[in-house]
């Protein structure tokens, strides 16, 4: 995180900021009005106006700029059919409701969120004011009435997702939230904290229900099963742990051989709520049986980190991504490798189509791909981020792609 702006957000304050004309993605490939400098490293500094002859020739020669061609190739591919440039700085985590049309959020280094919607370049976005550091994660709840989001503040906010009025401060965790999440049915939000703790609160009334200790590392990853019965926690101490929700008591650990044998990144638990895949920068993935508490098996392969993994909803099959820059796709009946799948740079972050064997991938190399998990096909590439893609979620309605970068920028892409 930048030293701070020294502009003071006040607690709970939101803003209603107007979409700028670069808002929409040209279709040309240039880049949206107010972006950051950023975007384009090739960028000239700009040299101060100070009369109107001077700035009407200024126009005039970036408008026979826009027309040159040789400019519009150096800019490169843009796939995006919407662009947001609120943000001032990277925007590091991203969401889409699973219930109101259109509508998503987005977090970033600013240490601002907003909410606004897709395609609605008319609409004012909403500035969500109140974390004193960057906003790393944010989740809508289930029901999409609320949108939680977690700072490196340690402090995790509760909004209201149709206005942006703050509901709740929720404070306890002593160092960062490096992520939330929510009950499947209730207003229960989840965080985990770099504290070694995961905190849980009723979100209608701000009240703290559950504080999780047991950990002895940063809370990195975590998520309550699909049937709300059980709470599972992954950290940087290399175990995973399953919770009661009621008592807050661990009821079953995975740790040491034949498990991790270094910190988790990431998990994903089954639609059964039986099951789940554990993500780690020993550069394995494991399977383990959360009922009976046996280590299923290790999918090697992958030569860096594996930042993310899923499963897939219909198919035995479990999808991992790594710093190595493979999509690594296994069968989870014989834990063999079926496909793989070659970016640039690193998988940062898949997720599995919820009815089709395809599987969406945001890299480091700035490029979103859609993969045939049968065939190992690439079947679609979207570019026009100008830096690292940091996050990637997906409309309930399967209709769009919403991605954030180090560029500044969201981006969404038509599927």
């Known amino acids: 995180m930048e030293e701070d702006s020294g502009l003071e957000p006040r607690r709970g304050e939101h803003e209603h900021f107007p979409v700028d004309s670069g808002a929409s993605a040209m279709a040309d490939g240039s880049p949206p009005s107010g972006s950051s400098p950023m975007e384009d490293e090739d960028h000239e500094e700009g040299v101060p106006l100070h009369d109107d002859e001077d700035r009407d020739e200024a126009i005039m020669d970036l408008n026979l700029e826009e027309g040159e061609p040789e400019e519009e190739e150096e800019e490169g591919a843009d796939d995006a059919v919407h ?180 910190g988790l990144t990431s998990l994903h638990v089954s639609a059964d709520s039986a099951i789940a895949i554990t993500g780690s920068t020993d550069k394995t993935a494991r399977l383990v049986h959360l009922q009976n508490g046996k280590v299923l098996g290790t999918l090697e392969g992958h030569g860096n980190s594996v930042e993310t993994v899923g499963l897939c909803p219909g198919l035995p099959l479990a999808a991992t991504g790594s710093l190595d820059g493979k999509l690594m796709v296994w069968d989870l009946q014989s834990l063999a490798v079926r496909i793989v799948g070659e970016h640039g740079d690193g998988v940062v972050r898949l997720i599995w189509h919820p009815s089709a064997p395809l599987i969406y991938t945001a890299s480091l190399d700035r490029a979103i791909r859609v993969w045939d998990a049968r065939r190992g096909n690439c079947e679609r590439k979207f570019e026009g981020h100008k830096d690292n893609i940091l996050d990637m979620a997906i409309t309930a309605d399967g209709s769009f792609i919403l991605s954030g970068s180090d560029d500044g920028t969201a981006r969404v892409f038509g599927l």
């Open 83 to 262: 662009v947001f440039s609120g943000h001032h700085e990277s925007v590091y985590a991203v969401a889409a409701s699973g219930q109101s049309m259109g509508l998503v959020a987005t977090g970033g280094g600013d240490d601002s969120a907003f909410l606004w919607r897709i395609g609605q370049v008319e609409e004012e976005p909403i500035q969500l004011k109140g974390h004193t550091d960057s906003v790393a994660s944010l989740a809508f709840s289930n029901d999409g009435a609320l949108l939680a989001t977690g700072g490196l503040d340690g402090l995790v906010f509760v909004w209201d997702a149709n206005t942006g009025e703050e509901k709740h401060k929720l404070e306890g965790p002593g160092d960062a939230i490096e992520w939330v999440s929510w009950h499947p049915r209730g207003h229960v939000v989840l965080a985990g904290s770099e504290d070694f703790t995961t905190w849980m609160w009723n979100a209608d009334t701000g009240a703290n229900m559950q504080v999780l200790a047991g950990h002895n590392g940063a809370v990195t990853c975590g998520q309550f099963t699909p049937d709300g019965k059980s709470i599972v926690t992954g950290s940087a101490d290399g175990s995973l742990r399953v919770w009661s929700p009621k008592s807050g008591k661990c009821v079953a650990a995975f740790q040491g051989h034949p498990f991790h044998e270094e």
